[in-house]
């Protein structure tokens, strides 16, 4: 008799996930509410394309954070299934379809923020706080061919 193995959870500190949401709240929401009225009622206006220009940023930078920056990686390990967890949406592949998993270089400023995992049919990015070696090693158990790069 088959039993299910436990699906492994690679997932970002909690104090990262919610700082972002955080900052992007206050960003987004408070300069977007600010303008908006002041735009409306302001006697000194600002432009109405910067006003514009500024919504269109916070729709960007929330559709980055609720639908294409991962917070969770879940590995089943008796299929070799994954899905990559999003806030507000998942994407699922198999360990054998990730092609490359790559780590932004060290510029002179700062290293990136979001790990790049291409696999066939799609590209997750991650935020970059996971155990990434336990989930190369598994991803390198399927799939020898896997380009690492930045690790």
Do not use: H
Request: charged share 15%; net charge positive.
């Amino acid at each position: 008799m088959l039993t299910d193995e436990a699906p492994i959870r690679y997932a970002i500190p909690r104090f990262y996930l919610w700082s972002t949401v955080v900052g992007a709240l206050i960003v987004t929401g408070v300069g977007t509410v600010g303008l908006l009225i002041a735009t409306v009622v302001g006697s000194n206006a600002p432009p109405v394309p910067f006003t514009g220009a500024f919504v269109l940023g916070s729709g960007a930078i929330w559709y980055g954070v609720l639908m294409v920056f991962v917070i969770e990686i879940i590995v089943w390990p008796n299929d070799g299934r994954v899905v990559f967890r999003c806030l507000a949406t998942k994407r699922q592949t198999y360990l054998g379809d990730i092609e490359a998993i790559s780590r932004p270089p060290i510029t002179l400023r700062k290293r990136g923020n979001a790990v790049t995992v291409r696999y066939r049919g799609g590209t997750a990015y991650v935020l970059k706080y996971l155990d990434w070696s336990d989930f190369i090693g598994r991803v390198r158990e399927q799939n020898q061919r896997v380009e690492v790069s930045g690790f």
